[in-house]
T-cell receptor, first 112, second 111 residues
Framework: DGGITQSPKYLFRKEGQNVTLSCEQN?????MYWYRQDPGQGLRLIYY???????QKGDIAEGYSVSREKKESFPLTVTSAQKNPTAFYLC???????????FGPGTRLTVT | SQQGEEDPQALSIQEGENATMNCSYK?????LQWYRQNSGRGLVHLIL?????REKHSGRLRVTLDTSKKSSSLLITASRAADTASYFC???????????FGAGTILRVKS
């Protein structure tokens, strides 16, 4: 987990509320990623950013939004438009696209 | 979309035995990576093998890549209880710049 922090570890929200998950890295990596993991499944890409002030949608971007105002930070907002937001969210970074990724410890979001 | 498919879905072995996990993919790749995930934690990168490489070693890990069959295998030798985790392969498609993960193999090493 070294170099990438995610907070909080557990997050509980009521349905209809937006919630922002934090991701910070001190590895000086250009690329950052957000993934969603559901029980017993692999990772699905939500959004990624290859450089500050630029980001692209991944495979399941609907209901999510991101910003990349600083190289170190890539927060993810889960909006009320996301129909099934309860999941384990993982943030990652890499020196450049296609290289090995370094993951944070994850945030488990529960929406009731 | 998930390109990598791991096999088996779950594997249970005794400590000291070898564990082999396989990964198949569909399109041409730039490289293939293996990751480990302990329960409820983030993923840890294990090894990266490029499309022009056939075999790579790292400690007790051995990875092979057969681009003609679009498959890779991860061998863990002399397994330990601490190796209990989920193992994922991830590919970087030749035309893209993102990692595409498979669903993973759950490995349980019994002591």
């Amino acid at each position: 987990d070294g170099g990438i922090t995610q907070s909080p570890k557990y997050l509980f929200r009521k349905e209809g509320q937006n919630v922002t998950l934090s991701c910070e890295q001190n590895l000086n990596h250009d690329a950052m990623y957000w993934y969603r993991q559901d029980p017993g499944q692999g990772l699905r890409l939500i959004y990624y950013s290859q450089i500050v002030n630029d980001f692209q949608k991944g495979d399941i971007a609907e209901g999510y939004s991101v910003s990349r105002e600083k190289k170190e930070s890539f927060p993810l907002t889960v909006t009320s438009a996301q129909k099934n937001p309860t999941a384990f969210y993982l943030c990652a970074s890499s020196i450049d696209r296609g290289h090995e990724q370094y993951f944070g410890p994850g945030t488990r979001l529960t929406v009731t | 979309s998930q390109q990598g498919e791991e096999d088996p879905q779950a594997l249970s072995i005794q400590e000291g035995e070898n564990a082999t996990m396989n990964c198949s993919y569909k399109t041409s790749i730039n490289n293939l990576q293996w990751y480990r995930q302990n329960s409820g934690r983030g993923l840890v990168h294990l090894i990266l093998i490029r499309s022009n490489e056939r075999e790579k070693h790292s400690g007790r890990l051995r990875v092979t890549l057969d681009t003609s069959k679009k498959s890779s295998s991860l061998l863990i030798t002399a397994s330990r209880a601490a190796d209990t985790a989920s193992y994922f392969c991830a590919t970087v498609p030749g035309y893209g710049n993102k990692l595409v993960f498979g669903a993973g193999t759950i490995l349980r090493v019994k002591s």
